[in-house]
């Protein structure tokens, strides 16, 4: 094994992948995709992948949406993070992420989803509950829904 990783090494990499995430809201509704690939295959999530050598965060998360979803947003707010490990059954690490969260606002652009989105939608805040998806999606969009309640209160 060399001391470099490439794009491909994401199944058990020589060092963690930083990633991004982005949760994007048009008026009331929150923009999910359905991955298409592993890790959480076939689960509802929001748009984000790697950061790529030489790009800023911000960089990454505006590409990453207008990859995956085709579509332009304006970055308000980083949210939170979260790191992803899982190991497989040999206690190997099959994965390890540490991804920025971001909070945008769509400005633009036809939803379709590509890349590795299997689907895009925008779901109402009461749809989120019953889609197939991880408590830290959940988590994560339970404070977004929380900072785009703030902020359109101070815009009222």
């Not at 199944?11 to 048009?26: E, I």
């Not at 690939?37 to 929001?46: D, H, N, R, S």
């Not at 332009?72 to 939170?80: A, C, Q, R």
């Amino acid at each position: 094994m060399n001391d470099y990783f490439t794009v491909d090494d994401r199944l058990y990499p020589a060092m963690p992948r930083l990633g991004v995430g982005v949760v994007v809201f048009d008026r009331e509704k929150v923009l999910l995709i359905k991955r298409n690939q592993e890790p959480a295959l076939g689960l509802w999530t929001v748009p984000g992948g790697l950061v790529e050598l030489g790009e800023t965060l911000e960089t990454a998360a505006n590409r990453e949406v207008a990859e995956e979803c085709g579509i332009i947003v304006k970055l308000m707010d980083y949210i939170d993070y979260f790191e992803f490990i899982e190991l497989n059954d040999a206690d190997r690490i099959k994965y390890h992420y540490v991804v920025i969260e971001f909070f945008a606002l769509y400005a633009g652009g036809q939803l379709q989803a590509a890349s590795d989105a299997g689907q895009a939608r925008w779901f109402l805040r009461d749809e989120v509950s019953s889609i197939t998806t991880t408590e830290k999606t959940i988590a994560l969009l339970k404070k977004a829904f929380a900072r785009y309640d703030s902020l359109k209160s101070r815009q009222n």
